[in-house]
């Protein structure tokens, strides 16, 4: 069974970083591409960051690749993301997503873990 | 930036009737066109990819078509499991892109 389990989310000031981690389980994790998603209160949803199995190509949506990075650890099986210079737009529930294929939608996403961005 | 335009926002319909929800692209996606499905609480989950191909486990009820700028999903039969949020997604270009997505509430 696939299990994507989602954590370091929490309360941050602006201009505060924190990294997020994806654990990931049922599946040969580094075969897969991998995203990141974003809901922030009320809105919808919005495409992060995608990485390919072996985390050599990363896409980044063009208002957050200066302050996010996606990376991976395939010996661990975890998805990483690191956000920098966080600002209260950044507020947000974060959910990883593993993918059929590179610019895939996710076929299985993890619950998310909620980022607040405040003072 | 591909934009994607879903209607209506709230879409209220009784147990047992049919849902019809729109999404219209800005430019084509082809058929790079996926449904998921938010309830509170539970991880979203893949419904069509393909524009019309079901994900796997997804019941029969469900059902989308279109290419091109128009896509349609349709939930016959609504059961109470399926009041939900609904977003569309291409994955034509990057950035890829969701929609606003449409609330099917229970009339």
């Known amino acids: 069974e696939v299990q994507l389990l989602e954590s370091g989310g929490g309360l941050v000031q602006p201009g505060g970083s924190l990294r997020l981690s994806c654990a990931a389980s049922?599946?040969?994790?580094?075969?897969?591409?991998m995203s990141w998603v974003r809901q922030a209160p009320g809105k919808g949803l919005e495409w992060v960051s995608t990485?390919?199995?072996?985390?050599?190509?990363?896409y980044y949506a063009d208002s957050l690749k200066d302050r996010f990075t996606v990376s991976r650890d395939n010996s661990n099986n975890t998805l990483y993301l690191h956000m920098n210079n966080l600002r209260a737009d950044d507020t947000a529930v974060y959910y990883c997503?593993?993918?059929?294929?590179?610019?895939?939608?996710?076929?299985?996403w993890g619950q998310g873990t909620l980022v607040t961005v405040s003072s | 930036e591909i934009v994607m335009t879903q209607s209506p926002a709230t879409l209220s319909v009784s147990p047992g009737e049919t849902a019809t929800l729109s999404c219209r692209a800005s430019q084509s996606v082809g058929s790079n066109l996926a449904w998921c499905q938010l309830k509170p609480g539970q991880a979203p989950r893949l419904l069509i990819y393909g524009a019309s191909t079901r994900a796997t486990g997804v019941p029969a009820r469900f059902s989308g078509s279109g290419s091109g700028t128009e896509f349609t999903l349709s939930i016959s039969s609504l059961q109470s499991e399926d009041f939900a949020v609904y977003y569309c997604q291409q994955y034509n270009n990057w950035p890829l892109g969701f929609g606003g997505g449409t609330k099917v509430e229970i009339k």
């Open positions: 049922g599946f040969t994790f580094s075969s897969y591409v």
């Open positions: 990485i390919t199995g072996s985390g050599s190509i990363t």
């Open positions: 997503t593993k993918d059929r294929c590179s610019g895939c939608p996710g076929d299985y």
